[in-house]
């Protein structure tokens, strides 16, 4: 793109468009739909995500740092709040419902996956500002949103009481979820818009390798690597 250029989320997906589609598409993210993903292979991608949720919520506690705006500091707690008091909460829920109780989760080891994602987004919150550490935060928040829409797109899945993922696919598809996820893709087209070339590579790169490092984190669901 040449400057003066106006970039978007899309021109971040379209240059990383391998990995992306790596991402979306995962092995891990077809067998959830297909309902025949092994059990022990979700649980332990639960487990690890429990772990992962608590780094993400520093992530926003990082954001809420780096705010140089009221509006953003708004942002960032209600990001915050919501893993907070919310997700978290209904995540050590679901667990429950899949045989981890919280006190298994407390006592949980970090899988080396789990730690090379979150600290990487992490890191690069902090050598970076707002729009590196929100960049890297994408593939999260985008992502997942478009993963249970792809899942719901396929003529394999099974949906209801047949699938015993299906609650984990309705969070996803939920509006509320979308919404979160429209309104991130929102604020980030518009810290896209006025980049320069060099400053839009640096955040292809950070882009790309958060879209990795989650590519990584199903895969160590699917071998139950610790
Ligand atoms: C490895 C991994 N990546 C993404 C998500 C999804 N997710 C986690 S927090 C959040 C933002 C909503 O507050 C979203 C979408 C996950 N659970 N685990």
Same mark, same amino acid.
């Given at each position: 793109?040449?400057?003066?250029?106006?970039?978007?989320?899309? %021109?971040?997906?379209?240059?990383?468009?391998?990995?992306? #589609?790596?991402?979306?598409?995962?092995?891990?993210?077809?067998?959830?739909?297909?309902?025949?993903?092994?059990?022990?292979?979700?649980?332990?991608?639960?487990?690890?995500?429990?772990?992962?949720?608590?780094?993400?919520?520093?992530?926003?506690?990082?954001?809420?740092?780096?705010?140089?705006?009221?509006? !953003?500091?708004?942002?960032?707690? !209600?990001?915050?709040?919501?893993?907070?008091?919310?997700?978290?909460?209904?995540?050590? %829920?679901?667990? *429950?419902?899949?045989?981890?109780?919280?006190?298994?989760? !407390?006592?949980?080891?970090?899988?080396?996956?789990?730690?090379?994602?979150?600290? @990487?987004?992490?890191?690069?919150?902090? *050598?970076? /500002?707002?729009?590196?550490?929100?960049?890297?935060?994408?593939?999260?928040?985008?992502? @997942?949103?478009?993963?249970?829409?792809?899942?719901?797109?396929?003529?394999?899945?099974?949906?209801?009481?047949?699938?015993?993922?299906?609650?984990?696919?309705?969070?996803?598809?939920?509006?509320?979820? #979308?919404?979160?996820?429209?309104? !991130?893709?929102?604020?980030?087209?518009?810290?896209?818009?006025?980049?320069?070339?060099?400053?839009?590579?640096?955040?292809?790169?950070?882009?790309?390798?958060?879209?990795?490092?989650?590519? /990584?984190?199903?895969?160590?669901?699917?071998? *139950?690597?610790?």
């Amino acid at each position: 793109m040449s400057n003066g250029s106006r970039y978007r989320f899309d %021109d971040l997906k379209a240059v990383c468009a391998n990995d992306w #589609q790596a991402y979306i598409q995962h092995d891990f993210v077809a067998q959830l739909g297909d309902g025949t993903l092994p059990s022990d292979c979700f649980q332990h991608y639960l487990k690890q995500d429990y772990l992962f949720l608590i780094h993400f919520a520093r992530a926003y506690a990082l954001a809420a740092y780096k705010s140089r705006t009221l509006a !953003e500091l708004r942002q960032a707690h !209600e990001g915050l709040k919501a893993i907070v008091d919310l997700e978290l909460g209904l995540h050590v %829920d679901y667990c *429950r419902k899949w045989g981890i109780s919280e006190a298994e989760l !407390e006592a949980l080891p970090e899988a080396r996956a789990t730690m090379a994602y979150t600290r @990487y987004v992490l890191d690069t919150g902090h *050598r970076g /500002d707002l729009l590196d550490l929100h960049v890297a935060l994408a593939p999260c928040v985008i992502g @997942y949103g478009e993963i249970a829409n792809w899942i719901n797109r396929r003529p394999t899945t099974v949906r209801g009481g047949d699938n015993p993922f299906d609650a984990w696919i309705a969070m996803y598809e939920s509006d509320e979820f #979308q919404a979160a996820m429209a309104a !991130e893709r929102t604020w980030v087209d518009a810290r896209l818009v006025d980049v320069t070339p060099a400053r839009f590579d640096e955040l292809v790169t950070v882009f790309r390798d958060a879209t990795r490092l989650e590519i /990584d984190f199903w895969q160590m669901g699917l071998e *139950r690597r610790s």
